[in-house]
């Protein structure tokens, strides 16, 4: 089985080396997702040369207005990383008064993005999820965009699929009807799984990287279909924005000649 995992914290994890080395083991491909600069290059050594594991570089909406000087590291960073994530934006109570600041954060991000020639951006959008795609409508040269855990209505799953994004789907995500509904809402040419571990739990465990490949089996009812169906569409659309991103990569290189 083809396990993938578009956004996973492998620095989060209890054992972040041991979890990445057992996930390597299994081959799983890894979005290794980072929530602020300061932790990419410690994450980013969890994956040992030749490993199916990438590191994202991020700074994670919740932490926006506090590491908002990491700024500067992360336009340090950005030449290294065909990646961007955890990024985006969260308006739920919480931190709905940091809101302003964290646009402002993410607007630097995607502008960053776009003048270097874009990258594949895992996004966060928890109760911001209009104001999030104004402002990736704003900046569509930032390159691709994976809308994760994309809980929200209907229209603006149909709203964001005509913005061209991507959605990465997990099956905790699957345990709610509205995540059910919105599953369904999504283009299926362009979901890809995760797990969002070690945040995303199943009975009372934290799921591992790849997640042995559930979300297959959780999709495949609500798509009614068999799971290696899902197992076999999800495979090729993750082939798909990998070999776009390394298209980017490539054309991103400064030529020899
Ligand atoms: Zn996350």
């Excluded at 390394?246 to 020899?256: F, G, K, T, V, Y």
């Amino acid at each position: 089985m083809a396990l993938i995992d578009f956004h996973c914290h492998l620095d989060l994890y209890p054992d972040p080396a041991a979890t990445a080395q057992k996930a390597d083991d299994e081959g799983v491909y890894v979005l290794s997702v980072t929530t602020t600069p300061t932790a990419f290059v410690g994450t980013a050594a969890l994956a040992r040369p030749g490993s199916r594991i990438r590191t994202a570089l991020g700074l994670h909406p919740e932490l926006a207005a506090l590491r908002r000087h990491e700024l500067v590291l992360f336009k340090e960073l950005l030449p290294k990383v065909d990646y961007v994530g955890e990024v985006g934006l969260d308006g739920s109570k919480p931190h709905k008064s940091t809101l302003n600041i964290q646009a402002e954060v993410l607007h630097e991000i995607l502008d960053l993005c776009a003048a270097s020639g874009g990258r594949t951006i895992s996004l966060h959008s928890r109760g911001a999820s209009e104001m999030l795609l104004d402002m990736l409508e704003f900046e569509p040269r930032a390159g691709r965009f994976v809308l994760h855990w994309f809980s929200t209505g209907q229209m603006t799953i149909e709203r964001a699929s005509r913005l061209g994004c991507w959605f990465s789907v997990g099956s905790s995500m699957l345990l709610s009807k509205s995540g059910r509904e919105a599953v369904s809402a999504m283009p299926r040419d362009r979901i890809l799984p995760e797990t969002d571990g070690p945040f995303a739990m199943h009975n009372g465990i934290v799921r591992e990287p790849g997640d042995q490949g559930r979300v297959y089996q959780a999709v495949a009812e609500l798509w009614g279909c068999g799971s290696a169906e899902v197992e076999a569409t999800m495979t090729r659309n993750f082939r798909r924005l990998v070999e776009a991103s390394q298209r980017n990569s490539q054309e991103r290189l400064p030529s020899n000649t």
